[in-house]
């Protein structure tokens, strides 16, 4: 009887009878254990290479502005093309609106006003017997 105490309380990786294994706890929490440190170190090497990636896109990003060269560079000239555009045309639009007052300068007639002494009086009366009607 106390060898099958001894047995009963061992954990056995035979199949106990009725054909259900005997689960050994304490080897579930070591590979439990083993996973998380596995998927911790798989994480950890994961974020190392993605702060060094993220670094050396930065370190290549500043080259390439420093030069003047890639994305940020071509639309920084593009910019800059536009601005000059938009200053040639503001540049010809003050050219053609200077041509314009010079022209009109040119055909602007100043009128004085009129000497009434030098007008006819008849001019101021009116309209003859238009005040003797009956």
Known sequence: ????????????????PGGKEVIDAQAIHE??????QGAQRLFGNLTGWVREAQSAVADTWSKLEEE???PLGAV??????????A???????????EASRSDAAQY???YKPLDPSLL??????GPA???SRT
Request: aromatic share 4%; hydrophobic share 45%; proline share 7%.
């Open 1 to 16: 009887a106390a060898a099958q105490s001894a047995d009963s309380s061992a954990p056995s990786a035979a199949a106990p």
């Open 31 to 36: 590979t439990a254990a083993r996973t998380v």
């Open 68 to 70: 003047g060269v890639g």
């Open 76 to 85: 920084r000239r593009r910019a800059a093309d536009k601005s000059a555009e």
């Open 87 to 97: 200053q040639v045309a503001t540049s010809a639009a003050a050219k053609r609106k």
């Open 108 to 110: 602007f007639v100043e």
């Open 120 to 125: 006819p009086p008849e001019l101021f009366q």
């Open 129 to 131: 017997g238009a005040g």
